[in-house]
């Protein structure tokens, strides 16, 4: 069924007011014309003794005194030749930014201030919208004067009769066209511009002037041709020497008149002009669209019932002719009351704009701009809304009426002179007073009370707390020592003989400094790559990681690069090494010769588990929360002979594995008592093996004994280090190895020179050979202060109390409630 919406287009041109009232089938997808009038002027609007306002004001009286459009919507057509019309193509654009760049275009195009015309726009179809971005579009502008919109819409005014939609008559023309016969071209989805549909040359003749419209569907290209239907008069009447009204008529009947062919062939140089302004227009437009493909051509307006018009400019055109006869109307129009009417079927031409113009009322229309001004539109909306907006006022004032009678009904019940009993409201208001102002002064009392106990208990937080926060720092240092390992049988500070206990069976951890940074949040230092290693390191203490056969950091299996055998592991200790150390050559036979490590290779931690950290069965780890201090510390150590307790194995074994189980004895008062703590009530936690190096299995240690061999016989023979108390080697004149002072061997017992094998006396060598491995920890201190450690543990120690105080409690309940409980307290 049609809806009962409907829409007239009216077109009033320069010969006769076009009317047409249509409502739209959305079931059958058809237009159902109900209503149509063709009103013709006593005069051609162009003539020189014409009254253009007053003809106009006639037709438009006598349309309305014939059809009621009230409850209806009106849209207008405005002569082509009064408005403009742009395309531009905008570069990739989002579509947000859309109307910015169109006001833009806007501007450059039009040329008069955008303040003196009215304009719109609107996106042609077949444009690709990719993530918000529109490529390949083209847009188009319309824009006219608003004087001559004012001008146009004039008579409407004076008639009260509401225009709703304002439209240019080419572009009435393209909706008529799009609609009823390339319905086709218009499902595809996006234009191809390289292969376009055929289009289509449209010819409007009116009047005085005629509209030229070439399109495709997605495209629309027009033209205004400043010849007519008039010309044809003229050219009879300056042909046959006719008056204007003789020449209109015999136009109108030519196949009436005695001579027609003579008519015709009078016409013939307006027929020529006619066909050289549309060959320029169609190669012109060519030449703007190289690969567009004419499909044909049509031609709409009364003028073209001329005989032999159409075909002639078919012909020389070489297009064939697309005839709108009363099939094509029908096909997508229904509404046998006005198709089957004689002025209909007579002016049928005639109707295209008006139909273009109902399509767009409709909202059935492919363009939909409007040159309707916006002030306009407006003004209507406001009177529309106002009587609304007068009842929601009165709607307010009802209810505001009676919300002040019940108001007012229930204030006077507590008016101060209203007595209830012996006492009236205003004496029992001021007694209320009198009471709460004794509550105020009462609870003023009690916060300036409270106040002062909370700065006292802070004063004494504090003044207990300094004492604690000296010692921070003390039993930080104290819990880090406690938890660096000792070699067994060594006391603490002890440096034995490398012939003794030779330095890779040292189990010592040489720690090169300590940094600390403070956070006001851990979780800013508990990133993705922290916890993946604290898992990996509480994985390793758990014992759900497979354990790695390859060198700490190395990420190749032990014995070196491509499977070949380590001469350190091996035992080879003469091998030559890989340039780790430099010597200087110019006081290589010196004692004192500087021996300059090479700087280990580092690199960042990388997960070695073969499998994936969260299918470990691991617990969740949320990481600390909260201020605290990062503790960093940088170390080495030389215990890399026996390959599953070296490099950072030896370190989590003993250093890490103490700083989460360790327990350590810290003095609680000035009498010497001492509490055990763990390293959890101190406030260290995840601590982590932060940074691995390679083990430089070819590292080598200086000998603080070494003494060079002599190259005189006898001792001390000229040479002044072989000086009685003189400490030898790098042992004595720098400290040795740990620092440790040793006293160098006397000088006749060192070998000769030509004792030794290759130069190097077994027993006096220069250096020591001792893998060495170097890595970074980090963990994480909050401080505890002293007296909160002893409270937690104090409130620990009662919390069992408190549970069965709670359950004796409970107990209780049960026996009141005569319920039995299931088990007595201490059962």
């Given at each position: 069924m049609?809806?009962?919406?409907?829409v007239?287009g009216?077109d009033?041109?320069?010969?006769?007011?076009k009317a047409?009232?249509?409502e739209?089938?959305?079931?059958?997808?058809?237009l159902?014309?109900?209503a149509?009038?063709?009103?013709e002027h006593?005069k051609?609007?162009?003539?020189p003794?014409a009254?253009?306002?007053e003809?106009i004001r006639?037709?438009l009286?006598?349309?309305l005194?014939?059809?009621?459009?009230?409850?209806?919507?009106v849209?207008?057509a405005?002569?082509g030749q009064?408005?403009?019309?742009r395309?531009?193509?905008p570069?990739?654009?989002d579509?947000?930014r859309?109307?910015?760049?169109?006001r833009?275009?806007a501007r450059q195009?039009?040329?008069?201030?955008?303040n003196?015309?009215?304009?719109d726009?609107?996106?042609?179809?077949?444009?690709?919208e990719?993530?918000?971005?529109?490529?390949?579009?083209?847009?188009?502008?319309?824009?006219m004067?608003?004087?001559?919109?004012?001008?146009?819409?004039?008579?409407?005014?004076?008639?009260?009769?509401?225009v709703?939609h304002?439209?240019?008559?080419p572009?009435c023309t393209?909706n008529f066209?799009?609609f009823n016969?390339?319905t086709?071209e218009?499902k595809?989805?996006?234009?191809?511009?390289?292969?376009?549909p055929?289009?289509?040359?449209?010819?409007n003749?009116?009047t005085d002037t005629t509209d030229l419209?070439?399109?495709n569907?997605f495209?629309?290209?027009q033209r205004n041709?400043?010849l007519?239907?008039?010309?044809?008069?003229?050219q009879?009447?300056?042909?046959?020497?006719?008056?204007?009204?003789?020449?209109?008529?015999?136009?109108r009947?030519?196949?009436e008149?005695?001579?027609?062919k003579a008519v015709?062939?009078?016409m013939r140089?307006?027929?020529?002009d006619?066909?050289t302004?549309?060959q320029?227009?169609i190669?012109?437009?060519?030449?703007?669209?190289r690969?567009?493909?004419?499909?044909g051509?049509?031609?709409?307006?009364?003028?073209?019932?001329?005989?032999?018009?159409?075909?002639y400019?078919?012909?020389?055109l070489g297009?064939?002719?697309v005839?709108?006869?009363q099939?094509?109307w029908?096909a997508r129009?229904?509404g046998?009351?006005?198709?089957?009417?004689?002025?209909f079927k007579?002016n049928?031409?005639?109707f295209?704009?008006?139909?273009?113009?109902?399509?767009?009322?409709?909202?059935?229309?492919?363009?939909?701009?409007?040159?309707l001004?916006?002030?306009?539109a407006t003004?209507?909306?406001?009177r529309a809304?106002k009587p609304w907006?007068?009842?929601?006022?009165?709607?307010?004032m009802?209810a505001?009426?009676?919300?002040f009678f019940?108001e007012?009904?229930?204030?006077y019940?507590?008016h101060p002179?209203?007595?209830?009993?012996?006492?009236?409201?205003?004496?029992a208001?001021s007694?209320?007073?009198?009471?709460q102002?004794?509550?105020s002064?009462f609870?003023q009392?009690d916060?300036?009370r409270?106040?002062?106990?909370?700065?006292?208990v802070a004063?004494?937080?504090e003044?207990s707390?300094?004492?604690?926060?000296?010692?921070l720092?003390?039993?930080?240092?104290?819990?880090i020592n406690?938890?660096?390992?000792r070699t067994e049988?060594?006391e603490?500070?002890q440096v034995?003989d490398?012939?003794?206990?030779?330095?890779?069976?040292r189990k010592?951890?040489n720690?090169?400094?300590i940094?600390?940074?403070y956070f006001?949040?851990l979780a800013s230092?508990?990133?993705e790559p922290v916890?993946?290693?604290?898992l990996?390191?509480?994985a390793?203490w758990?014992?759900v990681a497979p354990a790695?056969?390859r060198e700490?950091g190395?990420g190749?299996?032990?014995?070196?690069?491509e499977?070949?055998?380590?001469p350190?592991?091996?035992?080879?200790?003469d091998?030559?090494?890989?340039?780790?150390?430099?010597v200087?050559?110019?006081?290589?036979?010196d004692?004192?010769?500087?021996?300059?490590?090479?700087e280990?290779e580092?690199?960042?931690f990388?997960?070695?588990?073969?499998i994936?950290i969260?299918?470990?069965?691991?617990?969740?780890?949320?990481?600390p929360?909260?201020p605290g201090?990062?503790?960093e510390?940088r170390?080495?150590?030389?215990?890399n002979?026996?390959?599953?307790?070296w490099?950072?194995?030896?370190?989590?074994?003993t250093?890490?594995?103490?700083l989460?189980?360790?327990?350590?004895?810290?003095p609680?008062?000035l009498?010497g008592q001492?509490?055990?703590f763990?390293?959890?009530?101190?406030?260290?936690?995840?601590a982590?093996?932060?940074?691995?190096t390679?083990i430089?299995?070819?590292h080598r240690?200086p000998?603080?004994?070494?003494?060079p061999?002599?190259?005189?016989?006898?001792?001390g023979?000229g040479?002044?280090?072989?000086?009685?108390?003189?400490?030898g080697?790098?042992g004595?004149?720098?400290g040795g190895?740990?620092g440790?002072?040793?006293t160098?061997?006397p000088a006749?017992?060192t070998?000769r020179?030509?004792t030794?094998?290759?130069?190097i006396d077994?027993?006096?060598p220069?250096?020591?050979l001792?893998p060495?491995?170097?890595?970074v920890?980090?963990?994480c201190?909050q401080e505890q202060?002293l007296?909160e450690?002893?409270?937690a543990r104090?409130?620990a120690?009662m919390?069992p109390?408190?549970d069965e105080?709670d359950?004796?409690d409970?107990?209780?309940?049960?026996?009141g409630?005569?319920?039995?409980?299931?088990?007595?307290p201490?059962?």
């Amino acid at each position: 069924m049609p809806s009962t919406k409907g829409v007239w287009g009216i077109d009033i041109g320069q010969c006769a007011l076009k009317a047409l009232r249509c409502e739209y089938d959305a079931t059958e997808q058809k237009l159902v014309a109900t209503a149509f009038d063709y009103i013709e002027h006593p005069k051609i609007l162009s003539q020189p003794d014409a009254k253009p306002k007053e003809l106009i004001r006639e037709a438009l009286t006598q349309f309305l005194s014939r059809n009621n459009v009230r409850g209806d919507e009106v849209a207008v057509a405005v002569p082509g030749q009064n408005g403009l019309a742009r395309f531009f193509q905008p570069p990739p654009v989002d579509l947000k930014r859309l109307p910015e760049i169109v006001r833009f275009e806007a501007r450059q195009q039009i040329p008069f201030p955008l303040n003196d015309v009215i304009w719109d726009y609107q996106l042609m179809g077949g444009a690709i919208e990719e993530e918000g971005f529109l490529m390949e579009a083209e847009i188009g502008l319309f824009a006219m004067k608003r004087d001559q919109v004012y001008e146009v819409l004039q008579p409407f005014l004076e008639a009260d009769v509401e225009v709703h939609h304002l439209q240019l008559a080419p572009l009435c023309t393209y909706n008529f066209i799009t609609f009823n016969l390339l319905t086709e071209e218009l499902k595809q989805e996006v234009y191809d511009a390289d292969s376009p549909p055929d289009s289509y040359v449209v010819l409007n003749l009116g009047t005085d002037t005629t509209d030229l419209v070439i399109t495709n569907g997605f495209r629309v290209w027009q033209r205004n041709v400043p010849l007519g239907g008039n010309h044809f008069t003229k050219q009879l009447t300056k042909e046959l020497k006719l008056t204007f009204a003789k020449a209109e008529h015999l136009k109108r009947n030519v196949r009436e008149a005695e001579d027609a062919k003579a008519v015709v062939q009078a016409m013939r140089p307006v027929f020529n002009d006619l066909l050289t302004e549309v060959q320029r227009s169609i190669g012109f437009f060519q030449n703007i669209d190289r690969r567009a493909q004419i499909g044909g051509i049509l031609m709409m307006g009364n003028a073209v019932k001329l005989p032999g018009l159409q075909q002639y400019l078919a012909k020389n055109l070489g297009y064939s002719l697309v005839e709108l006869d009363q099939t094509k109307w029908s096909a997508r129009m229904t509404g046998s009351s006005v198709l089957s009417s004689p002025q209909f079927k007579e002016n049928m031409p005639a109707f295209g704009l008006c139909y273009g113009l109902c399509l767009q009322g409709l909202g059935q229309a492919t363009l939909t701009t409007n040159l309707l001004p916006r002030e306009i539109a407006t003004q209507r909306l406001i009177r529309a809304k106002k009587p609304w907006v007068v009842a929601t006022a009165a709607s307010l004032m009802l209810a505001f009426a009676v919300n002040f009678f019940f108001e007012y009904n229930e204030w006077y019940k507590v008016h101060p002179g209203m007595q209830h009993g012996e006492l009236t409201w205003e004496q029992a208001m001021s007694e209320v007073s009198s009471v709460q102002s004794m509550s105020s002064q009462f609870d003023q009392e009690d916060r300036t009370r409270v106040q002062q106990l909370e700065e006292l208990v802070a004063l004494g937080n504090e003044l207990s707390g300094d004492s604690d926060r000296r010692l921070l720092w003390l039993e930080l240092l104290q819990a880090i020592n406690r938890a660096l390992p000792r070699t067994e049988g060594l006391e603490p500070g002890q440096v034995p003989d490398p012939s003794e206990l030779p330095i890779s069976q040292r189990k010592e951890l040489n720690i090169e400094y300590i940094e600390s940074q403070y956070f006001s949040d851990l979780a800013s230092w508990f990133t993705e790559p922290v916890r993946r290693r604290y898992l990996e390191e509480l994985a390793r203490w758990e014992g759900v990681a497979p354990a790695s056969d390859r060198e700490p950091g190395s990420g190749t299996p032990v014995g070196g690069p491509e499977g070949e055998a380590d001469p350190v592991a091996n035992g080879e200790t003469d091998a030559e090494p890989a340039n780790d150390f430099e010597v200087n050559q110019d006081s290589a036979d010196d004692i004192d010769a500087e021996v300059v490590p090479a700087e280990p290779e580092e690199q960042m931690f990388e997960a070695e588990l073969d499998i994936e950290i969260d299918e470990l069965g691991l617990p969740e780890v949320t990481g600390p929360e909260g201020p605290g201090w990062v503790i960093e510390l940088r170390g080495h150590h030389f215990y890399n002979e026996d390959p599953l307790n070296w490099g950072g194995t030896h370190v989590r074994d003993t250093f890490l594995k103490n700083l989460r189980e360790m327990t350590i004895e810290l003095p609680v008062g000035l009498d010497g008592q001492v509490e055990s703590f763990t390293m959890e009530e101190l406030g260290i936690g995840y601590a982590i093996l932060a940074l691995e190096t390679r083990i430089e299995h070819n590292h080598r240690v200086p000998n603080p004994y070494y003494e060079p061999p002599t190259r005189q016989t006898g001792p001390g023979a000229g040479d002044p280090r072989a000086m009685p108390g003189r400490t030898g080697g790098l042992g004595g004149a720098r400290g040795g190895l740990g620092g440790r002072t040793g006293t160098a061997k006397p000088a006749a017992e060192t070998p000769r020179a030509d004792t030794m094998e290759d130069g190097i006396d077994p027993d006096n060598p220069p250096f020591f050979l001792a893998p060495r491995y170097t890595f970074v920890v980090q963990f994480c201190w909050q401080e505890q202060l002293l007296t909160e450690r002893l409270r937690a543990r104090e409130q620990a120690l009662m919390q069992p109390v408190q549970d069965e105080m709670d359950d004796f409690d409970d107990f209780g309940d049960a026996a009141g409630t005569g319920e039995t409980p299931d088990t007595p307290p201490g059962a």
